[in-house]
């Protein structure tokens, strides 16, 4: 059951980012990134992180997407296509991602995974909740803190570069 | 870790996302197609930093914190971003790249 | 035995009157900065005074004056051993300069009331006044070369400053760059000097290297350069330096050109005080000189010697009465070095030192009085020239007076000061070489006849038309006048001989008769020649000028040393090695350098291209360049 979900959803994921970064419709490369984060946060459900899973949905898919879509339709035409890409672009995207996609599976291939062994630890809302806040070992509470400056400057720079102008203001 | 998939598996598709992202990233002319190629990319580290932590170090946590500040940060960058591709667009009225290039020398 | 800490006041309070008249004085009237100035220098007077009294006075033990140190502080530490210290030394010298130079100054700060009064600048002058004194203070103070070789150069600058004072004068520019060039280029040689004897003994300070018992000359002897040892190197190097500075032959050619600045800078600085600094040094480092390196000692007494007859000579030809002061105190202060040179160490055999000391204590009063009453000829005549003077003693009787008086002692008639100190020098250079001592014999003759040519010139002889009749000078400039003249006539009564010796312990001197007589009467005859030539307008003079024909006309050029020194440096220094050298850097190194700043540039012109501002064009570098990267690792480990 596992076994075919995964593939399932690896295929899923494949298909629509290649989908989402080749259809000339931008609406539609929103949608197909969205399938693309909702089947990642199934291979975290595979792997038993529903917390994970969970942010990946609401975060992602919830806000994210919906943030680009807000903006796809500020800026640009539903309607309206693509040009084909140029074709330098074309080649030199297409050439690094071959060839880099060539030489990582060759490094991972060539790599032997070792497991360390040990028993698996069940990953609860508390354990999680401890743990982002602990200052003992395994405590993230300083990363957690840097990520909350880190908001709040997206948050202020977000706002400060998208407000108009005081003459544009005027203007308008 | 799930009976039957080796992590070799989940690492290939990781990798051919986040190529796809790269591809795309160069590819697309539109600057929110290519912020939506960026959003790849990272969501294809998620997935390995996730993978790795289940599989090697199950008695640990930190690939799974580190995925969850990942998603915090991508939540930053999306919004910087559009807020920069507005800006763009209200100044010279589309957002294709090749049209963002005043500030080259 | 310590109470001195006072002393460390007597330099700092110039350089604190130096501070503020230097940043201040433009905004007072000048002659706030005049007062102050002398106010400070009298106060520095007075605590040299005091001193002197109480060193010289408080009683010594049995191994004489020993050397005090009220102050010092570690201020650059190079080594573990090697230290460079600022701090206050007295002793017997050291004490006897203060009381020189504080008397000297002290006497120039007032007489420059009257003098500078009116100029342009006044409170400048007064601020480099200042400066020069804590320089000079500093200098003799120093506990240690490397602390003296900072003050000498400050000195250095602070002359340059006063010899440019009207620098808006050409000929006051060049003789101030040209007295900075000769004294630095001599100053280049005590560096090396000191660089090499701190690298032998490993110390700076005086009481270490002047210890006759020291020890840290150790390693000196194993060590020579070309034959000649190492210790003999470092000290006629480091004589090279005060021979800068005592305008000693070669070097002396500053000296007469330094008369472009003011009559009173004169006076202070290159008659009675800056330029015995090099004789100060020679002394301070006697006992170095006498035990390690005689062969050094003895190219002093001979430059000495040679200084003296040589400038001697000059001074007959020149008219202009400011120059011929200068030329002899060039001659004086060969003597002062002749008798370092020929000195020994420690009682009698130490008189040359003692007499030394004696000479320039006593030069430094006379010659201040002289440059002073000639300040004051010049400054009711208004010119340098002695053929523009004559008659002048019915006009100025206190200069008349005081300038015959200084011309007595330096022609060395008893009892003046001039007579004693000059007739132990005589007695010390005829113990040792009568050679020299027959040149010094013959230039006492010749000071004799030039100083009372200037004298019979300037105040008898026939009345010029002056534009306006000359009148005494001020108040505030013949006090300093007639006390530096009582200090004259009355300075050779001090015992010097038990104060100022080469070893701190005194002895007896007596008159040596054989020598004395002779000498006052060469001094007599040459003020009789003098007398017979130029106290009547005759024409004698200008026959007997024209009898010698080229030798006069080459004394008169001071024999061609300056065109010898401007066609060294400009047709052959500058010609074949600065333009050449210059080229070089111009066109090779510069160009050079250029050069790559314009590759640079070209480059980066044709490669902007490159920056398409093209963002995916940048993505794609940046991937396909991790790439190569990580495939360049992969083949390579």
């Not at chain 2, 930190?62 to 915090?72: A, K, R, T, Y």
């Not at chain 3, 004051?376 to 019915?394: C, E, P, Q, T």
């Amino acid at each position: 059951m596992n076994v075919v979900m995964f593939y399932l959803l690896s295929a899923i994921i494949l298909i629509f980012s290649l989908l989402s970064i080749t259809t000339r419709k931008i609406l539609r490369a929103a949608v197909y990134l969205l399938f693309v984060l909702v089947a990642t946060s199934g291979f975290y459900f595979l792997l038993n992180y529903e917390f994970m899973a969970a942010v990946q949905l609401t975060l992602y898919a919830g806000g994210i997407v919906v943030l680009i879509i807000f903006s796809i339709l500020l800026t640009s035409h539903i309607s309206h296509k693509f040009k084909h890409p140029a074709l330098l672009n074309l080649l030199m995207g297409a050439g690094v991602a071959v060839i880099g996609a060539g030489v990582a599976l060759y490094i991972i291939f060539n790599e032997k995974f070792t497991a360390n062994g040990q028993p698996e630890l069940p990953v609860d809302m508390t354990a999680i909740g401890t743990q982002l806040l602990s200052t003992e070992k395994n405590g993230y509470v300083l990363p957690f803190e840097l990520i909350s400056v880190l908001l709040l400057a997206a948050i202020i720079a977000a706002i400060v570069i998208a407000k108009k102008g005081k003459q544009e203001e005027k203007e308008s | 870790m799930i009976q039957g998939i080796p992590i070799y598996h989940f690492l290939v598709v990781s990798t051919l996302m986040f190529f796809i992202g790269v591809c795309g990233f160069i590819i697309r002319r539109n600057l929110i197609t290519m912020l939506m190629a960026v959003e790849l990319i990272l969501n294809s580290v998620n997935i390995n930093f996730v993978v790795f932590n289940r599989y090697l170090y199950p008695d640990q946590l930190q690939g799974h914190f580190f995925s969850l500040f990942i998603v915090g940060i991508a939540a930053a960058e999306a919004a910087v971003a559009i807020a920069l591709i507005i800006n763009i667009y209200r100044r010279i009225n589309n957002i294709e790249v090749e049209n963002v290039n005043e500030m080259k020398f | 035995m310590t109470g001195f800490e006072y002393t460390i006041l007597i330099p700092l309070i110039p350089l604190a009157i130096f501070l503020i008249t230097g940043l201040l004085g433009m905004k007072w009237k000048p002659a706030v900065s005049g007062i102050l100035g002398t106010a400070g220098m009298g106060t520095s007077f007075l605590l040299s005074v005091i001193t002197a009294i109480s060193y010289f006075f408080g009683g010594h033990g049995e191994a004489g004056f020993s050397p005090i140190i009220p102050a010092n502080i570690t201020w650059l530490k190079l080594t573990e051993t090697l230290h460079i210290k600022m701090g206050v030394l007295l002793d017997p010298i050291s004490v006897m300069m203060l009381v020189v130079i504080t008397t000297v100054s002290f006497m120039v700060h007032i007489y420059s009331l009257g003098y500078m009064k009116g100029e342009k600048g006044f409170a400048r002058f007064y601020a480099f006044l200042s400066l020069f004194s804590f320089s000079m203070l500093g200098l003799v103070l120093a506990t240690n070369i490397f602390q003296m070789y900072i003050f000498w150069e400050l000195v250095g600058v602070s002359s340059f400053l006063l010899i440019g004072f009207y620098y808006e004068k050409p000929s006051a520019v060049a003789a101030s760059k040209k007295a900075f060039i000769v004294t630095r280029f001599a100053d280049l040689g005590f560096l090396i000097g000191i660089l090499i004897l701190s690298f032998i003994t490993g110390t700076f300070d005086f009481d270490q290297l002047t210890n006759p018992q020291a020890s840290v000359f150790g390693g000196a002897a194993s060590l020579g350069f070309m034959g000649i040892s190492a210790m003999t190197w470092a000290m006629v190097l480091i004589f090279i330096g005060g021979a800068g500075k005592s305008a000693m032959f070669p070097l002396h050619i500053w000296l007469p050109d330094a008369m472009e600045g003011p009559t009173p800078v004169s006076a202070l600085i290159h008659a009675a005080t800056m330029v015995v600094a090099g004789v100060f040094l020679v002394a301070r480092m006697f006992p170095v000189f006498h035990f390690q390196a005689p062969d050094a000692l003895e190219v002093v007494a001979w430059v000495g010697g040679f200084t003296s007859l040589f400038a001697a000579v000059i001074a007959i030809t020149q008219f202009d009465i400011k120059r011929v002061l200068a030329f002899s105190t060039l001659s004086q202060l060969g003597y002062m070095m002749l008798a370092l040179g020929v000195s020994g160490y420690g009682g009698e055999e130490g008189l040359g030192y003692m007499a030394s000391m004696f000479h320039l204590f006593t030069h430094a009063m006379f010659k201040a009085l002289l440059f002073l009453g000639a300040g004051s000829i010049i400054h009711a005549v208004h010119s340098n020239y002695m053929y523009d003077m004559g008659g002048l003693r019915k006009y100025m009787p206190i200069t008349h007076i005081t300038f015959l008086i200084a011309c007595l002692t330096i022609a060395g008639v008893p009892p003046l000061s001039g007579f004693f100190s000059k007739d132990e020098i005589l007695v010390a250079a005829f113990n040792h070489n009568k050679i020299l001592f027959g040149i010094e014999y013959l230039v006492a003759g010749l000071t004799a006849f030039y100083m009372f040519r200037l004298y019979f010139n300037v105040f008898w002889g026939k009345d010029r038309h002056y534009h306006h009749t000359p009148h005494e000078s001020p108040l505030t400039m013949s006090i300093p006048l007639m006390f530096l003249a009582v200090a004259s006539v009355f300075a050779g009564f001090l015992p010097f001989s038990e104060l100022v010796t080469s070893d701190a312990k005194p002895f007896e001197t007596e008159m040596h008769l054989m020598i004395a007589v002779p000498s006052v009467l060469i001094g007599l005859v040459g003020i009789f020649f003098a007398w017979l030539l130029y106290k009547k307008e005759s024409r004698v003079p200008d026959a007997i000028a024209a009898k010698f024909g080229i030798l006069y006309k080459a004394t008169y050029n001071k024999f061609y040393f300056d065109e010898i020194y401007l066609f060294v440096t400009k047709k052959i220094i500058f010609n074949y090695i600065s333009r050449p050298v210059a080229w070089f850097d111009r066109h090779i190194i510069d160009g050079f350098m250029v050069g790559i700043g314009l590759v640079t540039e070209k480059t980066s012109y044709l490669i902007k291209g490159m920056q398409s501002g093209q963002l995916q064009h940048y993505a794609f570098a940046f991937v396909a360049g991790t790439l190569a990267l990580v495939l360049s690792i992969l083949y390579f480990l």
